[in-house]
C-alpha cells in the first residue's frame, strides 16, 4: 500500500528552527508538496520537490531525497504565525496526490 | 472574488435530510476536487473533475453524489448521511489534472446528527 509518515505533533520557541520530517512509500514517484493549514481555515501550498536537494523559499526550505523516501521541511526565524498543521503529500505514478496526516507545529513564545 | 469559495461553511444535516455544498473557483482552472478531512486523518480525495468530466471516484458511498456543470462550479449532493460522515469538506482546484498546486476552499464543517 500507499504511505506517508509525518509525527503528529511538535512544539518549537519563537525564533528558533525546527524541521519537520516526512517519509514516504508511494507506487512511483512525481513530486513531493508541502501545504500549511492553519485551524480552521484552507491548506496552502508551500513547496514542491520533485529532484533531489534543497529548495529555498524565504524562511521556509524543503529537502527531498528520493533514494530514501524522505522529504523535510525546514523552517527558520519561527514566528507566532507559523502555528498550524503542515501536511506533506506525494504524487504517484498516476499523478495522484498522497497525503499524509499532517504535523501540527506549536510555536511557543 | 478571488480563489475558491464554499458555501455554506457550516452544515448540520440530520441522517434523511438531503442538502449541497457549492464550490466556485475564480482561477480559470480546469481541474477540480473534493476532499474530506476527519481529525488525525489523512485528507482522502473523493472525487476529481477534469475539464467537467469525472475522471476519478475513490470508492465513495453512493450518498455522496457530485456534479460538475461547468469548469468554475463543482456541488456535493448529500443524502442519508451517517453521523461517521461528519467531517470538513474541502474543495480544491488546479490549473490542469496533473498539475498539483492545488487552491483549497475555506471548507464546509459538516455535522450530522
Known amino acids: 500500500g500507499q504511505n506517508i509518515d509525518q509525527p503528529t505533533e511538535m512544539t518549537a520557541t519563537e525564533g528558533a528552527i525546527v524541521q519537520i520530517n516526512c517519509t514516504y512509500q508511494?507506487?512511483?514517484?512525481?513530486?513531493l508538496f508541502w501545504y500549511q493549514q492553519h485551524a480552521g481555515e484552507a491548506p496552502t501550498f508551500l513547496s514542491y520537490n520533485v529532484l533531489d536537494g534543497l529548495e529555498e523559499k524565504g524562511r521556509f526550505s524543503s529537502f527531498l531525497s528520493r533514494s530514501k523516501g524522505y522529504s523535510y521541511l525546514l523552517l527558520k526565524e519561527l514566528q507566532m504565525k507559523d502555528s498550524a498543521s503542515y501536511l506533506c503529500a506525494v504524487l504517484d505514478s498516476n499523478y495522484q496526490l498522497i497525503w499524509g496526516a499532517g504535523t501540527k507545529l506549536i510555536i511557543k513564545p | 472574488e478571488t480563489g475558491v469559495t464554499q458555501t455554506p461553511r457550516h452544515l448540520v444535516m440530520g441522517m434523511t435530510n438531503k442538502k449541497s455544498l457549492k464550490c466556485e473557483q475564480h482561477?480559470?482552472?480546469?481541474?477540480m476536487y473534493w476532499y474530506k478531512q476527519s481529525a488525525k486523518k489523512p485528507l482522502e480525495l473523493m472525487f476529481v473533475y477534469n475539464f467537467k468530466e469525472q475522471t476519478e471516484n475513490n470508492s465513495v458511498p453512493s450518498r455522496f453524489s457530485p456534479e460538475c456543470p461547468n469548469s468554475s462550479h463543482l456541488f456535493l449532493h448529500l443524502h442519508t448521511l451517517q453521523p461517521e460522515d461528519s467531517a470538513l469538506y474541502l474543495c480544491?482546484?488546479?490549473?490542469?489534472?496533473?498539475?498539483?498546486?492545488?487552491?483549497f476552499g475555506p471548507g464546509t464543517r459538516l455535522t450530522v446528527t
Open positions: 480544491a482546484s488546479s490549473l490542469q489534472r496533473e498539475v498539483h498546486e492545488q487552491y
Open positions: 482561477l480559470g482552472h480546469n481541474a
Open positions: 508511494t507506487s512511483g514517484f512525481n513530486g
